[in-house]
């Protein structure tokens, strides 16, 4: 027997890496089909390129094929595409190239029937024998367009359920199945975050858009109540905790709150006897003066109780009357913005003035409590809070987006002394000055701030 040279030996050991890589031809794996059904929506946009991403289009027909390739025709200039910049009055068709997910067809009939989005196309086979699909768009748009982000989240844990892309001026579906939570029904979708509104799939979408899964619990809610405790009061500087009692047991109890929301461990102490609740003056010198509702959350319930924060006491004679009870206000000015900022709060001055803000000492006094509250507003788009008595002035605001803080402090209903208000028609936050200082007051207003009159009193 004749030894193999050793260019054959090379030339057998070439022929057997190539030939490895290549499948093998299973001629009956694949079933015969008399219909190719694809489903896309392409987008063709004059000086852009055409999409050739695999999942722009799909296949249905029965699992046997998928997009194997993609490629665009140039009908009018008879060419390929590629990556050149589609043009305006010029007519393209796509050619899809499928293949069979497993084995090889070699032999499909040329009389197979194609649609794409349920529209007659052609069926061919290209140089290598895969079936290929070819149809005509036509000509691109002048332009993309506009469209929104549609997103479905639960409403309760504000989770992404799913999102859409939706033209401007249409609607958006209805999912077609409706999203589970364990141990919770779902009710409906809605266009509030707060759920109460009911969202419309008949409105056209005109902007991005978040729907919202409201959800029921299938738990038994209990009822709990505030068993000592409830409607106390605290005086900002004090060094004594606030102790409230519920019903609830505390091996059920989730989380405190204060406002809705949810306090640190840190702020507060719990002990068993149903649920005993300890909040520490710490964490009370930080709340601002007026009402408060503290929270108890259980997993199967809840219960609120009242606190209500007074202002720090000082001892004031007025000339004319018995002795009022008072609290320095601070005032604070914010280099950065130019904002000037007003509290009774020590522990709050204290830490703005370690953020950066400017402490100008005391403005005025204010009794610590009056039949004339002053409303305590910020605005969390400029940045900026905003002071008044009048009630509809602070309903307006919040309407507009303004958040309500709570009642700043009092006014006198003396009226002994006035705290006079500037507004600044050329600043975007820090816009309003108080003083009881008649000469800045009259100063602010020769160099171009609007005098405002009283904003309200304080005391001697």
Known sequence: MKKLSKKLIVSLLFLSVLFSNIPLIHVHAVEKINSITLVGNPLLVAGESAPEELS?????????YSVFDI?????????????????SNHD??????????????FDIPTNVSATINGNPARVDKDGNDFTRVFYNFGKPSASAPIQHDVLFINGGDASLISGVIVNDGEKVSRPTTNP????????????????????DFNTPITSNITIFAKFISNSVILTYTIESGDGQSFTLGGTNNIVIKASGDLAKLTAIKVDGTTLAGSNYKTESGNTVLTLLNSYLNTLSVGN????????????EAALKVLAAQNQSKDETGPTVQTADMYRLYNPNSGEHFYTANVAEKDNLVGLGWIY????????KESNTPVYRLYNPNAGDHHYTMDAGEKDHLVSVGWNYEGIGWYSDDAKTVPLYRQYNPNAIAGSHNYTTNKAENDYLASVGWDAEGIGWYGVK
């Open 56 to 64: 722009t289009f799909t296949v249905n027909s029965g699992d046997k």
């Open 71 to 87: 490629g665009w025709f140039d009908i009018t200039q008879d060419d390929w595409v590629g990556k050149s910049p589609l043009i």
């Open 92 to 105: 393209y068709a796509v050619y899809i190239t499928l293949k069979p997910n497993t084995g090889y067809d």
């Open 180 to 199: 589970t939570v364990a141990n919770y029904t779902f009710d409906n979708w809605y266009a509030d975050a707060r759920m109460t509104i009911p969202f």
């Open 292 to 303: 408060h509702t503290v929270t108890f959350v259980y997993n199967d319930g809840s219960v």
């Open 360 to 367: 100008e000492g005391i403005g005025w006094k204010a009794p």
